[in-house]
């Protein structure tokens, strides 16, 4: 495919500078001129996609308990913003709707990390896959990329493949198994996005050979970014917004 996503990507929104997956981060984010964002995209039990990184709530909201076993109603009254710093007080969880909103209107570029609780890998993949076709496919707005769908949990990948296979996919890795190319094939990925120290000259390239994007995260120093741009890198995701620039090159 045409790669059509820009080398740095925020994580998150904003990286750590406000509260990860709120609508407050991703405008941080943009404030300093980035331009694709990274975001995780979980279930309620009644089935409305939202934003949360963890199954859990309570280290980023002032909610309890397991994420997904909880109805949207509830869960769009909790406070996502307070734990990061006062100023933030209120800041709700954002649901895959108000992001896609946001970003398509500024022609915005999107990674959805589809982040299941755990045993509904398969509806979460197929749900968000959806989601974001119908999203996309209804904006107004200049044409602009799709969403790159990505996961570490290969039920969720086949299920977004089942479900739209014209959106592009991700594989995340954490560890660099023998058979991952292999693997992320079967998917019909067009990236793999590892962690960055699993990456260098002889994987970026065999992933390149195999017709696939490599992307790295979270890529947070200087050294790395560099060393990883001299290797042919084709994204960095990264928590430090305020140190990196979102153009050519790395910017500490």
């Not at 990274?38 to 709530?57: I, M, N």
């Not at 406070?79 to 896609?100: F, K, Q």
Request: hydrophobic residues 45%; negative net charge; glycine residues 8%.
């Amino acid at each position: 495919m045409n790669w059509p996503y820009p080398l740095w990507i925020a994580h998150r929104g904003a990286g750590r500078l406000a509260p990860e997956n709120t609508l407050a981060a991703f405008r941080h984010g943009a404030g300093f001129g980035y331009r694709a964002f990274e975001c995780d995209v979980k279930l309620s039990r009644d089935g409305q996609p939202f934003l949360l990184h963890d199954a859990t709530l309570e280290r980023t909201t002032d909610g309890q308990g397991v994420a997904g076993e909880q109805e949207w109603a509830a869960l769009s009254r909790l406070d996502a913003g307070g734990w990061h710093s006062r100023s933030y007080a209120g800041e709700p969880l954002p649901t895959l709707e108000a992001i896609a909103s946001y970003v398509l209107r500024n022609g915005f570029v999107l990674n959805v990390e589809i982040k299941p609780t755990p045993g509904t890998e398969g509806l979460t993949g197929a749900v968000v896959s959806r989601r974001c076709a119908q999203l996309w496919a209804t904006s107004r707005t200049p044409p602009v990329a799709p969403p790159l769908l990505t996961s570490f949990q290969s039920a969720a990948l086949q299920a977004a493949l089942a479900a739209q296979p014209e959106l592009p996919r991700g594989l995340l890795l954490e560890h660099w198994p023998e058979d991952c190319l292999a693997h992320a094939q079967a998917l019909q990925c067009s990236a793999v996005v590892a962690q960055y120290a699993l990456l260098d000259r002889a994987r970026i390239e065999a992933l390149h050979a195999a017709g696939m994007k490599a992307l790295a995260y979270t890529v947070n120093d200087p050294a790395e970014a560099r060393r990883l741009i001299a290797l042919g890198i084709d994204g960095l995701i990264t928590d430090a917004v305020d140190h990196f620039s979102p153009g050519p090159g790395v910017h500490d």
